[in-house]
């Protein structure tokens, strides 16, 4: 059984003590203290309850220093205004919010034509939670197309299987395992370091449900060549007659290369990509809580995974997980669309994969490192440590040093094959300053000085080395 309860990341920590308030918050009155883990027997004042939970959340360290997530920590004042005006919209109320419906509608069609889907009005797509949604619907439509093709044709549809990369993010790992299908990962190496279509003809057989390529992955930033892969499954198919789909997870990259390598072919340009996910909230650059997914044609979404909601004597389709979610994430997507425009787009990523090359740059040139990648692709790279045994600290030490000055930078080891090289990730963002980035790296050298000198900060616990999930 998985383990539901969050534990706390204090042990010294008694979990049934009260919370004790400052004198300052006190009035007559009002309780003095809440119990940890049970619902306060009396009311508060408004003042005290939001005083506590914003001096709480202050522990939390500042989100523009965190350089471990993809996801958006940065948006004008208009956007700030929209998301006070609209934050008691639910997306799910396309009757009670038709306008909001259409502003979601009029996204993904967005992003449809942004892709190069062949026909941008014959697509269907829609807006989710995040990525890992996007990702297990694009995975079900995967699954039951298998199905269907094979009840066609009177044969089993038992044991389905979908090929990945050993890198790929733990969303996919959970599709497998919740719907059912069998994982065929295809390790990463130093000769392969991501999925390439090399040897894929050894994973594909009968109940493959597709491959699914990444466009930035969450590990290094790198992407995957999916026009290559394509090619190895057209080789497969002339040889085997298996005809099968991709699925692009494009979860930073959807918004990358459309604008900074719009020559590479990885898109609905490929007649075997059927489907793509983005999340808004990394380079779509909107605040956590959006994800999108486009097919390309309707019929790559089996009709029967689509339930339909009338409105304005229309019917719009939806899919989606879950039910209630908040509307505002699509109406700040549409405002950033309005607001930049391709070239605004082009401009915030140019400068915001600048930022990352100037880092990777700096840091690339200090004696201790050695670069894993220099944001070539999205604006992530990720170092290592160019002789582990000589330093006589590790990157994890690097991160507890720079954890103290604010920075959150992850140390972590690669996935399966890799596993034994430890590297570190910066993933830039919008709003992430060259101004900025020269702090940065001035609090790097300082660390690595510090470190040279003998000053550790002591061990990484497993904790640390797990924390790296986005
Ligand atoms: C390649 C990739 N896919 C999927 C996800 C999951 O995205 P989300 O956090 O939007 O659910 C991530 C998150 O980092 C990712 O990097």
């Known amino acids: 059984m998985p383990h539901l309860t969050p534990r706390s990341h204090d042990t010294t920590h008694e979990t049934t003590q009260d919370i004790e308030i400052d004198p300052v918050f006190v009035r007559p009155g009002e309780s003095t203290s809440f119990p940890r883990h049970k619902l306060p027997a009396g009311e508060s004042l408004p003042e005290t309850a939001y005083q506590l939970v914003h001096d709480e959340a202050m522990l939390d360290g500042n989100a523009r220093m965190n350089l471990a997530t993809f996801v ?7 956007a700030q205004r929209l998301l006070t005006e609209a934050a008691d919209k639910n997306m799910i109320d396309k009757d009670e919010y038709p306008a909001t419906a259409e ?68 969303c996919w790992e959970k599709f497998c395992n919740y719907f059912e299908v069998e994982p065929r990962y295809v390790p990463v190496n130093e000769g392969h370091p991501v999925l390439d279509g090399d040897d894929l003809s050894g994973y594909v057989d009968e109940n493959t449900i597709g491959v699914v390529a990444i466009m930035g992955v969450t590990y290094t930033g790198s992407y995957e060549p999916v026009e290559a892969i394509s090619e190895a499954l057209d080789r497969i198919q002339e040889a085997t007659g298996f005809d099968v789909p991709i699925h692009v997870d494009a979860a930073s990259g959807g918004m990358i290369a459309p604008f900074l390598q719009p020559d590479l072919v990885w898109d609905f340009r490929l007649p075997r990509v059927k489907s793509i996910n983005v999340s808004g909230h990394k380079y779509g650059l909107v605040y956590p809580g959006l994800g999108w997914i486009v097919w390309r044609e309707e019929e790559d979404l089996p009709e029967e995974l689509v339930f339909r909601v009338s409105y304005l004597g229309g019917s719009t389709p939806t899919f989606a997980l879950n039910f209630s979610r908040p509307g505002t994430q699509v109406l700040l ?52 440590l160019r002789d582990p045994q000589a330093t006589g600290w590790s990157l994890y030490d690097l991160s507890d040093q720079l954890r103290m000055r604010g920075w959150q930078v ?43 000198a003998g000053l550790r900060t002591g061990h990484v616990s497993e904790e640390q080395s797990a924390g790296f999930h986005h």
């Open 410 to 452: 992850p140390a972590y080891p690669l996935p399966a094959d890799l596993e034994h090289i430890t590297v570190q990730r910066i993933v830039v963002r919008n709003g992430f300053s060259r101004d900025l980035a020269s702090f940065l790296i001035r609090d790097i050298r300082k660390a690595v000085k510090d470190l040279n």
């Open 103 to 170: 502003i979601e509608e009029r996204c993904w069609r967005m992003l449809a034509d942004l892709w190069n889907a062949p026909h941008p009005t014959g697509s269907i797509g829609a807006s989710t939670i995040g990525s890992s949604e996007a990702a297990m619907l694009g995975g079900l439509a995967l699954k039951r197309r298998w199905q269907h093709r094979r009840q066609e044709q009177g044969l089993s549809t038992k044991n389905p299987n979908l090929i990945l990369s050993s890198a790929v993010q733990v």
């Open 72 to 78: 958006g920590t940065w948006m004008d004042d208009h």
């Open 333 to 384: 997507q549409y405002y950033v669309f309005l607001r930049l425009g391709f070239d605004g787009f082009k401009r915030v990523q140019q400068n915001t994969i600048d930022v990352a090359r100037f880092l990777a740059e700096h840091i690339g040139k200090m004696p201790e490192f050695t670069l894993w990648n220099r944001a070539e692709d999205i604006p992530v790279f990720a170092w290592r």
